[in-house]
């Protein structure tokens, strides 16, 4: 069995908890943040025209700033401001309380596949993920990685489990396993179960096999 079809059996069966060991060893730590460092600065280097486009496609569709910025929780806890390009229209939060009649996910997650706040370029950005390219500014400052769980809401990880706080001692990431196995799942349960594994079982070539598994997923345009 190959072994995202092996992740993929971790998704359908979880929770599944195998053999506990440090995420992460010493060495390890500094071959992962130094492989963030020049990833990030080389991508931003070659696409700051593409960066530069988007900003402005964003000003011209609607009214708002270009950036979307948020509290989100970020390794051991501790919170950060996540950046991405604005998809929705400016007081999005504020309208999220009227949605929470749609929200298509189970648990503790929350998403809208036609989200009426979301601007017409804005739908464009999600479905290639390209919202998410000014989050290689916080992976190269150290608060985000290229590969890693999703950073969560404060409001998220407030009600999080004992067990289910284990996926922040992670360093949050711009991808993850979750984004590459289980993108449509509505279940809360598979989400934290692959986010679970990947703390329990990093390896750089598993960061490897999900940044080459998200270019397909990225290119095959499933983003919402």
């Known amino acids: 069995m190959s072994s995202f079809a092996h992740l993929r059996e971790v998704g359908r069966s979880c929770p599944v908890r195998g053999n506990r060991r440090p995420l992460i060893f010493r060495l390890e730590q500094w071959s992962k943040r130094g492989f963030d460092f020049v990833f990030s600065l080389l991508a931003l280097v070659f696409i700051c025209p593409v960066l530069l486009l988007i900003a402005a496609l964003v000003k011209l569709d609607s009214e708002g700033p270009v950036l979307y910025i948020s509290e989100r929780i970020g390794r051991n806890g501790k919170r950060f401001h996540f950046l991405k390009f604005r998809t929705m229209v400016k007081n999005a939060d504020s309208l999220r309380s009227g949605l929470l009649h749609l929200n298509e996910r189970r648990g503790n997650l929350f998403k809208i596949s036609n989200d009426p706040r979301v601007t017409r370029v804005g739908r464009f950005l999600r479905r290639y993920s390209l919202d998410e390219l000014p989050q290689l500014f916080s992976v190269l400052t150290g608060q985000m990685s290229v590969v890693g769980p999703r950073p969560c809401l404060p409001s998220e990880y407030a009600r999080y489990t004992k067990e289910q706080r284990r996926r922040v001692e992670a360093v949050p990431g711009i991808t993850g396993l979750w984004q590459v196995q289980a993108r449509k ?17 990093w390896s750089f070539w598993l960061d490897m096999k999900i940044l080459f598994k998200t270019i397909a997923v990225v290119f095959s345009g499933t983003g919402e």
């Open 185 to 201: 799942s509505r279940s809360a349960d598979i989400y934290f179960a692959l986010d679970t594994y990947y703390v329990e079982n």
